[in-house]
Each structure stands twice: as structure tokens, then as C-alpha cells.
T-cell receptor, first 113, second 117 residues
Framework: DTAVSQTPKYLVTQMGNDKSIKCEQN?????MYWYKQDSKKFLKIMFS???????INETVPNRFSPKSPDKAHLNLHINSLELGDSAVYFC????????????FGPGTRLLVL | AQTVTQSQPEMSVQEAETVTLSCTYD???????LFWYKQPPSRQMILVIR??????QNATENRFSVNFQKAAKSFSLKISDSQLGDAAMYFC??????????????FGKGTKLSVIP
């Protein structure tokens, strides 16, 4: 009965590879997000989707591409991985009625070697 | 651009005592929301408390309460009767409506809270 789930929880890969992180929420929320937490624990928003439409698109390399097949899913695809992409990536979701309160997934720790 | 400042990188509190974590923010907007999130070692981000800028009354959730000073742009978190399970990183976050049901959170750098038995 996990509310916001992410797979995988850990991802270790080589520089130059392409990888995807999947996110699913079963809360019936309208909007989903991706955040990046760097090694100093700083959290920054990357993208948001509302009903499969891209709303927030912060300045991130275009190697990062979010994809929302439906309202309950938001996947993050990363091309040509670089060392600096190593971080924890969090998916989150919210319902408009709760005006901003976002519920986070458990995070995916990505390590690029 | 909005900024959120947490001036205390680390704090400690004795079990059962009270501790206050500071947060200030910079904005020119009048309608926004403020949050405190907790991140224990498990790295799960947990929503602790929420405050709407138009409400003068300070939010309270059990042992957690805030002191919201809108004019001073200050939003501190008070934890009463601290418990060992309160040990975590605490993040203050400023939130604005980006439209279409989407809300942008801007986080501070966090305060690491240790609870001493």
C-alpha cells in the first residue's frame, strides 16, 4: 500500500550509459515531480507534470527527460550519464486541493562510476 | 528568485527537551505556503507541518509547532518533548503556485538535529 514508489532504490552504472528511474503513485494525485538531492543534501526541483502535461521544467541538462504515460506514473530517463549526475532522485506527488503539500517517494540513489 | 535560509547546519537537544529550528526566506509574493520536512537516515522525506501565508494562526501538529512571522519572513519550527525518533535532517521549504495544479518547492540547506538520550 505504498503511496509513492520508485524503482530501483539503488542504481550503479558507468559513465556514458542510459538509465531510467520509474515512479508510481497510488494516491490519485494530479501532479508529480522529480527532485534531485546532491551530496550536500541540497534538494532542487527538476520537473513537474500535471495530468501528463509538463508544467515545471527547471534548468537541467537535456540529457534528462521525464515521461508521464499516465497520471499515476512519471519516469525519469537519463542519457549519457556523467559523474555529476550521482545523487539521490526523489519523485513526489500532490493533489491540488492540498495546495502544495507534496508526498515523496523513498528516493533512488544513483552512483555513476 | 525565492531563497530559503537555514542558519543552523547542526543542532542537538536533550531527550524530552524543546528545540527550535530557524528558517528565513526571501520573497516578494504575498500568497505562498511554507513547510517543514523531516529526512531521517532512511532518507524518506516526511512532511512535518504546513503553514499558509494568509493565515495568522501558527500551525500545530502534536509536538511540532511553528512561529510564523510574515513581516520578518521567518518560519521557525519548535519540537517539544523531543524523542529519539526526531533525530533527522529538517528542511524548511517555501512553496508557490506554478499554475495547473503544480507547486514549486524551494528548500533550505537543512538542519541536522541530534537527540541526546
Amino acid at each position: 500500500d505504498t503511496a509513492v514508489s520508485q524503482t530501483p532504490k539503488y542504481l550503479v552504472t558507468q559513465m556514458g550509459n542510459d538509465k531510467s528511474i520509474k515512479c508510481e503513485q497510488n494516491l490519485g494525485h494530479d501532479t508529480m515531480y522529480w527532485y534531485k538531492q546532491d551530496s550536500k543534501k541540497f534538494l532542487k526541483i527538476m520537473f513537474s507534470y500535471n495530468n501528463k502535461e509538463l508544467i515545471i521544467n527547471e534548468t537541467v541538462p537535456n540529457r534528462f527527460s521525464p515521461k508521464s504515460p499516465d497520471k499515476a506514473h512519471l519516469n525519469l530517463h537519463i542519457n549519457s550519464l556523467e559523474l555529476g549526475d550521482s545523487a539521490v532522485y526523489f519523485c513526489a506527488s500532490n493533489r491540488g486541493a492540498f495546495r502544495g503539500a507534496q508526498y515523496f517517494g523513498p528516493g533512488t540513489r544513483l552512483l555513476v562510476l | 528568485a525565492q531563497t530559503v535560509t537555514q542558519s543552523q547546519p547542526e543542532m542537538s537537544v536533550q531527550e524530552a527537551e524543546t528545540v527550535t529550528l530557524s528558517c528565513t526566506y526571501d520573497t516578494s509574493e504575498s500568497d505562498y505556503y511554507l513547510f517543514w520536512y523531516k529526512q531521517p537516515p532512511s532518507r524518506q522525506m516526511i512532511l512535518v507541518i504546513r503553514q499558509e501565508a494568509y493565515k495568522q494562526q501558527n500551525a500545530t501538529e502534536n509536538r511540532f509547532s511553528v512561529n510564523f512571522q510574515k513581516a520578518a519572513k521567518s518560519f521557525s519550527l519548535k519540537i517539544s518533548d523531543s524523542q529519539l525518533g526526531d533525530a533527522a535532517m529538517y528542511f524548511c521549504a517555501y512553496c508557490t503556485d506554478s499554475g495547473a495544479g503544480s507547486y514549486q518547492l524551494t528548500f533550505g540547506k537543512g538542519t541536522k538535529l541530534s537527540v541526546i538520550p
